[in-house]
């Protein structure tokens, strides 16, 4: 992007974030919400910024989950990253040399 026209702070993202989560409100909702918040007086209408708003979450998240991943000191960047790096392992998933007993394979079937 070389022109932005709109623009958010990471505080304005992560309180949508936290609301989201916990109050289940909507990315519609928030965003009238937070221009009703910055003129509520209902002379001007409302400039549609809402495409503009999810464009902006939808990259912080992908910021987010690089971070959460450890590829913000990676030399090669993002573009060295391969397919499933960020995949998040479950751990009540059963991995074998992690959560397996050695030798499960050969248990019963009764007792897997």
Not at 2 to 8: L, V, W
Not at 30 to 52: Q, W
Not at 91 to 107: F, M, T, V, Y
Request: aromatic share 10%; charged share 20%.
């Amino acid at each position: 992007m070389t022109d932005p026209q709109t623009a958010a702070t990471f505080n304005v993202l992560e309180h949508f974030h936290l609301l989201s989560y916990e109050s289940k409100i909507s990315a519609y909702k928030f965003f009238h919400g937070l221009a009703r918040h910055t003129d509520n007086t209902g002379l001007s209408p409302i400039r549609d910024c809402y495409s503009a708003f999810m464009r902006m979450v939808h990259e912080w998240r992908n910021l987010r989950q690089l971070r959460c991943g450890g590829r913000g000191h990676d030399p090669g960047g993002i573009a060295e990253m391969k397919a499933g790096e960020l995949v998040v392992l479950y751990p009540a998933c059963p991995h074998p040399g992690k959560n397996l007993p050695s030798g499960w394979e050969h248990s019963p079937p009764g007792t897997r």
